[in-house]
């Protein structure tokens, strides 16, 4: 059995932070390439952050970076995105995703299993 479940969304001022976490059970996720995606509604869903799993290495959006971290807690089966500096325009559901061999980071089809998504809503 497979699960994924996303936590630590919710309601935050502009300027706040927040901490999502992908806890997964029945498989582990050091083994694979974990992304956060986003969709806000009337948009697609978009690549927020990647982390490889052979040499740790990262992706994040232009719009992003500098203010989000993806992270892993393999001890825990754990990965983080902590998000800094929230701006309304982060306002969406964010979704983490499991990638079993992934050629290009971050980008949509190449991610096989998902999580329900968690709400993040950044306003005043």
């Known amino acids: 059995q497979l699960q994924i479940v996303e936590s630590g969304g919710g309601l935050v001022q502009p300027g706040g932070s927040l901490r999502l976490s992908c806890a997964a059970s029945?498989?582990?996720?050091?083994?694979?390439?974990i992304g956060w995606f986003r969709q806000a509604p009337g948009k697609d869903r978009e690549g927020v952050s990647c982390i490889s799993s052979s040499d740790g290495s990262t992706y994040y959006a232009d719009s992003v970076k500098g203010r989000f971290t993806i992270s892993r807690d393999n001890a825990k089966n754990t990965v983080y995105l902590q998000m800094k500096s929230l701006k309304p325009e982060d306002t969406a559901v964010y979704y983490c995703?499991?990638?079993?061999?992934?050629?290009?980071?971050?980008?949509?089809?190449?991610?096989?299993?998902w999580g329900q998504g968690t709400q993040v809503t950044v306003s005043s």
């Open positions: 995703a499991v990638g079993y061999d992934v050629r290009a980071m971050c980008v949509l089809g190449e991610y096989d299993y």
């Open positions: 029945g498989f582990t996720l050091a083994q694979y390439v």
